[in-house]
């Protein structure tokens, strides 16, 4: 048995950062990864689809040149071995940095499978190692539901879906959320067809009504069929492709296609953990329990990312990094309830969001203010020749507080971030309304929205 000052189960985003942090605190720091270095945004998720993401815009921008007065000859090809040798090139850089951050005084790497075989005692291989203090982040992997055919037949899911070099004639995407609306506008633009089918009403659920349409308005423009209130049954193989049965009150009950794609969420990576021998309490999904400061039910055992069902992104597990260290290293009592909400989806124009829909907001019961503007009425985003999408932005009309926002149009990954920190600062929104923003960016129009604002 080998004893360390620190365990670090998993490469995310999460646990690389703080074994850097434990080891330039002089602490001796076990790091254990059973997979490639960098764990999913690295090697399956951000960085990957985010490369993937600007290849599919440069082949839309380029069928659109002509808009612009701008010739190219010939119709547009898309080389998906180049695409893909280019993202496999990107998250290879990223993914031998992380390896060479690690590389450090302090700290030891083992390879394999993490397992608790006692509240402070882990197996990996042969070797089992023991510590007072143990950070798990383990992330998770993509659901395989229990659809009736789907053991029968060759699916792609949100990683495999990236190692093809070719572009599937026709795409079925099963689930409208985040991750297979980035994969559906994406291989659209590389030029497949491309049918989504979502079981819910409407496209990403969670947003607000008009979020969810202008989403579905950018995705039919572009030519993709979205089937809603389509419940996938079963699927089979049909010829050389696969046909998908449908639930469905409207349309036709089959949807058929030459790939399959299952988008259908992500749990955690623990039901190999361990995690009952060492008394660490989850729950029936898996998701470790957690306090605010990310303590388990186990003395001296963190969790942190996505495993610990607190968020499900890069920045979300990076910020629980941060309030560990933050707790055990700085003195510094940062919570997980400090944080606000925020988060992208990435196509293109990408949607970016802070602290509440308006939806959500409505149901505090709080008098509201709520502020709209229509891309079209943006002139950056005429001018860009993007006017798809609207800003908006919900306030409590007592305090003049900002309780969340949503940015879909060109930059709205970006522009989010002004009235994020805005939240952050705790300021009325009136001190954005007496900010001179630089002209023309789609940030100069929040002023102008916030002077708009109308009770709800
Ligand atoms: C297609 C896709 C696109 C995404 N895009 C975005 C995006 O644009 N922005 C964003 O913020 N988020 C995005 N995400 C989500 C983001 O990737 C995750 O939230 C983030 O990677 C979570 O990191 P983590 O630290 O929790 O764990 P992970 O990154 O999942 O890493 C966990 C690591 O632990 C290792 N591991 C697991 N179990 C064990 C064990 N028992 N022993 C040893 N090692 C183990 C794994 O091999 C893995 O390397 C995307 C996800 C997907 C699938």
């Known amino acids: 048995m080998t004893t360390y000052d620190a365990i670090v189960i998993g490469t995310g985003q999460a646990g690389p950062a703080l074994a850097r942090r434990l080891a330039a ?49 010939g119709p547009v090809a898309v080389d998906m071995k180049r695409v893909k040798a280019r993202k496999d ?93 980035e994969f559906a506008q994406m291989y659209r633009r590389f030029g497949s067809e491309v049918t989504i089918v979502e079981m819910a009403p409407r496209l990403i659920g969670r947003e607000d009504e008009d979020v969810s349409a202008a989403i579905l ?6 030519g993709i069929s979205v089937r809603l209130n389509a419940k996938c049954l079963s699927v089979a193989k049909s010829g050389a492709g696969i046909a998908a049965t449908l639930d469905c009150a ?17 749990r955690p990576n623990t039901d190999d953990l361990g995690l009952d021998e060492a008394g660490i309490a ?15 039910t186990v003395p001296g055992v963190w969790a942190l990312g996505d495993c610990n069902g607190k968020g499900a992104f890069t920045h979300t597990a990076y910020n629980d990094f941060e309030i560990v260290a933050a707790n055990l290293l700085d003195d510094d009592p940062r919570r997980v309830s400090d944080r606000i909400t925020t988060y992208a989806l990435f196509i293109d124009p990408p949607l970016g969001r802070a602290g509440l829909s308006e939806a959500e907001a409505r149901k505090t019961g709080k008098r509201l203010l709520v502020g709209k503007r229509a891309m079209t009425q943006i002139a950056r985003a005429v001018e860009k020749g993007e006017t798809q999408g609207f800003m ?65």
Request: hydrophobic letters at 45%.
């Open 250 to 266: 409207s349309g036709a009950p089959v949807a058929r296609g030459s790939h399959l794609l299952i988008a259908t969420g992500r």
């Open 217 to 222: 308005d950018i995705l039919e423009r572009e």
């Open 25 to 73: 605190a002089g602490m001796g720091v076990a790091v254990i990864e059973r997979g490639l270095f960098g764990g999913t945004c690295v090697n399956t998720g951000c960085t990957p689809t985010k490369t993937m993401v600007a290849s599919a815009r440069a082949a839309h921008i380029a069928r659109r040149a002509a808009e612009f007065g701008v010739s190219i000859a």
């Open 282 to 296: 989850h729950d029936g999904r898996g998701f470790i329990t957690v306090d605010d400061q990310l303590r388990t």
């Open 89 to 181: 090139a990107v998250v290879e850089t990223a993914r031998n940095g992380l390896v060479a951050a690690l590389s450090i005084e302090n700290c030891t790497l083992y390879r394999g499978q993490a397992r608790f075989v006692a509240p402070h005692e882990i197996r990996v291989g042969d070797a089992v190692l023991k510590s007072e203090r143990i950070f798990i982040n383990v992330g998770g992997r993509a659901v395989v539901p229990p659809m009736p055919g789907l053991d029968q037949i060759e699916h792609l899911n949100n990683s495999s879906v990236m190692d093809i070099d070719f572009v599937p004639p026709h795409l079925v995407v099963i689930g409208g959320s985040y991750v297979g609306l």
């Open 392 to 456: 908006k932005i919900v306030v409590e009309a007592d305090t003049k507080q900002i309780l969340g926002a949503a940015v879909l149009g060109p930059g709205g990954d970006e522009v989010i971030h002004c009235i994020l920190d805005t939240m952050y600062a705790k300021a009325p929104y009136t001190v954005m309304q007496r900010a001179m923003h630089i002209h023309p960016t789609m940030a100069e129009h929040i002023p102008t929205m916030l002077g708009e604002l109308r009770a709800l």
